[in-house]
Nanobody
Framework: QVQVVESGGGLVQAGGSLRLSCAAS????????MGWYRRAPGKQRDLVAV???????NYADSVKGRFTISRDGAKNTVYLQMNSLKPDDTAVYYC????????WGQGTQVTVSS
């Protein structure tokens, strides 16, 4: 069984920054990609950013230029650096680990006040 543990959420003012971290508990399986999704109140869960094992990245248009995803493959850890945060970024952020199956974290709340 794989545990996916997120950290780093919190409350920040608009224009501020936060850094999310996510670690997968196992290292004996092949991860093809790791990424972040978010669900805002009353909305569906949407992709924020994803990074493949080879290092290629993909971002939602709404976060391009503000968010940066990075990965430490040796530690099975992915990070999301979020700068210039806006109130619209308020959501629960979920980490996804894609291997043979998809594994999800429990979510971490990010709240951006205006």
């Amino acid at each position: 069984q794989v545990q996916v543990v997120e950290s780093g959420g919190g409350l920040v003012q608009a224009g501020g920054s936060l850094r999310l971290s996510c670690a997968a508990s196992r290292s004996d399986f092949r991860i093809s990609a790791m990424g972040w999704y978010r669900r805002a109140p009353g909305k569906q869960r949407d992709l924020v950013a994803v990074i493949a094992s080879g290092g290629s990245t993909n971002y939602a248009d709404s976060v391009k230029g503000r968010f940066t995803i990075s990965r430490d493959g040796a530690k099975n850890t992915v990070y999301l650096q979020m700068n210039s945060l806006k109130p619209d970024d308020t959501a629960v952020y979920y980490c996804n680990v894609r291997a043979l199956y998809d594994y999800w974290g429990q979510g971490t709340q990010v709240t951006v006040s205006s």
